[in-house]
């Protein structure tokens, strides 16, 4: 296994563990489920969500069936990620993946162990809030997808000219 896909994997297993680990502290010792919502500062409370769809409330899980199949349908999601992080030699875009890769395995298994995934920090401004109820995986896929399309749009390298094809 070369060094980029170790790293990789690492980046993965770490954001992966980071998440299960503070929704433990969220759902065990800080109780949320049960308090609600604790405020931590003017800005941000930690606010107990359970989340039985993927992004912004899309393909919601309203049976067992919708569960199981969400959870199939993220982890083909997931695996195409780890192909492509397997087969990708750029580091940036191998840290982009492992980011990706370690919140979808994270979401993944709250799916399978839930039904749901355990979402819990909430960032507003007043009533404004720019982002819905999120967790340390999505933040990671989040800002895994963001380095991915800068990367596809700001950092390609720059193209040989063509060949004139007008022979």
């Known amino acids: 296994m070369t060094n980029t896909r170790r790293f990789g994997l690492l980046i993965a297993l770490g954001v992966f563990l980071a998440d299960q680990l503070v929704k433990y502290i969220v759902t065990g010792p800080l109780q949320l489920q049960e308090v609600g919502q604790i405020v931590l500062l003017p800005i941000f409370n930690l606010t107990w969500v359970q989340n039985f769809g993927v992004s ?15 959870v199939g349908l993220t982890a083909a999601i997931g695996t195409g990620v780890l192909v492509w992080l397997w087969r990708e030699k ?19 298994l709250d799916r399978v162990r839930f039904g749901y995934v355990v979402d819990f920090l909430d960032l507003h401004f007043g009533d404004f809030r720019p982002f819905l109820v999120f967790n340390v995986a999505d933040a990671a896929i989040t800002i895994g997808v963001l380095i991915l399309l800068a990367r596809a749009l700001f950092a390609r390298p720059k193209s040989e000219p063509a060949e004139n094809v007008n022979a």
């Open 56 to 70: 912004m409330g899309f393909l919601t899980a309203g049976s067992d069936a919708a569960r199981w199949a969400l």
């Open 90 to 108: 750029n580091r940036h875009d191998v840290i982009a993946l492992g980011l990706v890769l370690g919140g979808a395995a994270g979401n993944i």
